[in-house]
């Protein structure tokens, strides 16, 4: 399947003016994070696209996000994977909100109209379905219905979302208040909220259909968010100007795709001092209705403007049902032309006075997704820079981004990453490192660690910490200022004092960085057994923000999942409060992967685009760089000293200046103790371009 990386939410205010806290993101995360949720076009339960997983909870200063991986099937077969997990899904979502407790609540409150073939339902509440059900249990209602089998609202109680209580139970609006006419999908709730808002504004009743088959337990719905941002449109009051005539609007390419409407009709008539209205969606792609068929529910609004007072007096919605053969006949007809064959279900109507910003409003959001209405009443500048569009971001970044896409400033913060694991089969009973990266060199493929993991294990011992070393593994060195340091795996028994340890060995060695006044960037990870998986934190930034962040409260590590939630508020707080919003820089896809570690990517070079010779004149190795005609930029980064050419080793021996010893095995430290590593034995890995050199230029 075609991987891509994205960021599903964050802790921003979004444009509904929502904000989710961190500790929220958390939770979605724990939610998910091994299991993932069916990814659909546009919500649509019947448009199944692919998978989507939550992996890492990513803070920056400013912002956290909720960032994740989308699976898009490239055969059939990986269509079908999709599918039957989609349902699997669909079932456990229903096991989980219809416990035995709640069901068994439910069926007590029917149990005189209970047959035994009623299912439990997802419609975010406890819920059963049967054919004729809830007409059973409320004949008193359903039999006021008039001829279109509209409800009067005044024998309703709206408790909002589309839901309508009485003696405890639910009831529903109809099944074609939802995309593609289909209970799997939620209720407009956005119209369905402003549709009673105006009759309780306005004093007034309307008439609405509700749904015939599905009963709900009170007190278990959960509010459904479907963050797709949707307006309403700004234009003119004076409808009876607005001449005769039918006018249509055809969708984009990718309005069609991902709403599936292919056009909408407006036809103005004036008739008998009226100025009427009839509005008709035109769709690509059909539903599928309880027995199976298929249908075109293509959603229509008809409205009466009195000529002489320029008041609206009436206003309905319905669903004009059309088969294959109907929808190819009516694309061929106006909808002046097109006459009334066709399944009809009226939805809603009043009958009453509605101020011309609350028609704009009802209209608008009963054609949710429908964008072409606000295009027919005159969209407006300002409504367009509202409205959701492609941001292409750094086309051409500068030099440093382009080859140091991963660099960071000091002052800038740190970035934090939360990610959840599986445990591993066999937990060390100390401190793991582990190699989580690889490389090739020619026909050979070798797992690697960085080679300040040495350091790490040198530092353990001082803090009475054994770190166990993987033995299958070779240690690389890179030419930069960017410290990669292992993933550290905790042990299960006395985890909280080995990870008191563990930071009090990070702030050591940090501490010394600092002392160098370099200007060097540090990335670490620390993996923390739970119950049922492992956390991880990921941890980047300068040395010098980075130990601001060690001296801080927010360094005390969480070891269970109820701390983790305070946790990450607290740290979403500090970071806002201690640095300047960072605006995705480094932008996430670029220190970020699914083994919840942030890494410095180097890019290497081919071989063939650079050559190596050692010189006797400057006592070292000279790389000679062929840089292509068109890149004089980069020619001149290099010459100037802004990005140089660095080298990675694979390390085989060395020795320790000050004891002389295997430096490997020896206790000296270059960090702690100023001693220095020679090496005797290497093998170069690959060169790349840093904005970060470790060596010092001579001039």
């Excluded at 803070?59 to 991986?69: H, N, Q, S, V, W």
């Excluded at 059973?136 to 309703?156: H, Q, R």
């Excluded at 309403?232 to 039918?246: A, N, Q």
């Excluded at 006459?339 to 949710?368: C, H, Q």
Aim: net charge negative; hydrophobic share 35%.
């Amino acid at each position: 399947m075609k991987e891509i990386q994205s960021v599903f939410t964050s802790d921003s205010i979004n444009l509904y003016m929502q904000k989710f806290t961190a500790g929220s993101l958390i939770s979605a995360l724990s939610d998910r994070w091994n299991i993932g949720i069916p990814m659909h076009v546009s919500h649509d339960l019947t448009r199944l696209a692919g998978w989507a997983r939550p992996t890492m909870v990513y803070f920056e200063p400013g912002l956290t996000r909720l960032a994740g991986i989308n699976l898009l099937p490239e055969s059939n077969e990986e269509m079908k994977l999709v599918s039957d997990a989609q349902r699997v899904y669909i079932e456990t979502c229903i096991e989980k909100m219809c416990t035995p407790e709640l069901m068994g609540s439910l069926k007590a409150k029917i149990k005189n109209h209970l047959k035994g073939d009623e299912i439990p339902y997802e419609t975010h509440c406890v819920t059963l379905y049967r054919k004729g059900l809830a007409q059973e249990i409320f004949s008193d209602i359903f039999a006021a219905a008039d001829k279109d089998l509209l409800i009067p609202t005044s024998l309703l109680n709206y408790v909002g979302d589309g839901l309508f209580e009485r003696d405890g139970l639910l009831l529903f609006a109809h099944p074609w208040f939802r995309r593609s006419n289909t209970r799997l999908n939620s209720l407009n709730t956005v119209f369905l909220d402003r549709f009673f808002e105006a009759l309780k504004k306005n004093r007034s009743k309307g008439l609405i259909a509700l749904d015939p088959d599905l009963i709900g337990l009170a007190g278990t719905q959960r509010q459904h968010f479907e963050h797709e941002y949707w307006w309403g449109p700004k234009f003119s009051d004076d409808l009876v100007s607005i001449p005769t005539g039918v006018t249509v609007h055809n969708a984009p390419e990718y309005e069609r795709f991902f709403y599936s409407i292919s056009s909408t009709e407006f036809w103005w008539q004036s008739r008998d001092d009226q100025h009427i209205l009839e509005i008709e969606e035109l769709r690509d792609r059909p539903g599928t209705l309880e027995d199976g068929s298929l249908l075109f529910g293509c959603r229509y609004v008809h409205s009466i403007v009195d000529e002489k007072n320029k008041s609206i007096v009436h206003l309905d919605g319905a669903i004009r049902g059309y088969i294959e053969e109907e929808m190819v006949s009516r694309l061929e007809l106006k909808i002046n032309n097109a006459g009334k064959r066709t399944l009809y279900k009226k939805l809603w109507r009043m009958d009453i006075p509605v101020a011309v910003n609350e028609w704009k409003s009802l209209i608008s959001d009963y054609f949710r997704d429908n964008h072409l209405i606000g295009e027919y009443f005159g969209i407006n500048a300002e409504e367009k820079d509202g409205r959701p569009r492609l941001i292409n971001k750094d086309k051409s970044p500068d030099l440093v981004r382009k080859y140091v896409p991963y660099t960071i400033e000091r002052g800038s913060g740190i970035r934090v990453g939360v990610s959840f694991h599986n445990l591993s089969q066999n937990i060390s009973e100390s401190l793991e490192a582990i190699s989580t990266d690889s490389i090739s060199i020619g026909n050979e493929k070798f797992a690697v660690l960085p080679s300040d993991a040495i350091e790490v294990a040198k530092a353990c011992s001082r803090f009475n910490l054994q770190l166990r070393l993987p033995t299958d593994v070779r240690y690389i060195a890179f030419e930069d200022l960017y410290t990669d340091l292992p993933l550290l795996i905790a042990p299960a028994r006395d985890t909280g004092v080995v990870i008191g340890k563990l930071m009090g060995l990070f702030r050591a060695l940090v501490t010394s960085f600092v002392s160098r006044n370099q200007d060097r960037i540090l990335s670490f990870t620390i993996g923390i057994p739970l119950v049922d998986r492992e956390l991880r934190i990921s941890v980047m930034g300068a040395i010098a923000d980075i130990l601001k962040w060690l001296e801080s409260p927010c360094a005390s590590i969480p070891l269970c999942m109820e701390d983790l939630h305070q946790w990450a508020n607290k740290l979403g707080d500090y970071l806002a409060s201690e640095f300047k919003s960072s605006n995705d820089s480094p932008r996430l896809g670029d220190i970020y992967n699914t083994s919840g570690i942030f890494f410095f990517e180097r890019q290497p070079i081919q071989p063939s685009e650079y050559s190596v010779h050692y010189s006797e004149k400057e006592r070292g190795l000279v790389y000679d760089l062929r840089i292509p005609a068109g890149q004089e930029d980069l020619a001149k980064a290099l010459n100037d000293g802004k990005l140089e050419l660095c080298c990675s080793f694979l390390i085989e021996s060395s020795k320790c200046s000050r004891c002389k010893s295997e430096y490997r095995t020896c206790s000296c430290s270059k960090y702690l103790d100023g001693v220095g590593q020679i090496v005797s034995s290497c093998q170069a890995a690959f060169a790349y371009i840093s904005d970060r050199p470790a060596i010092i230029r001579k001039e």
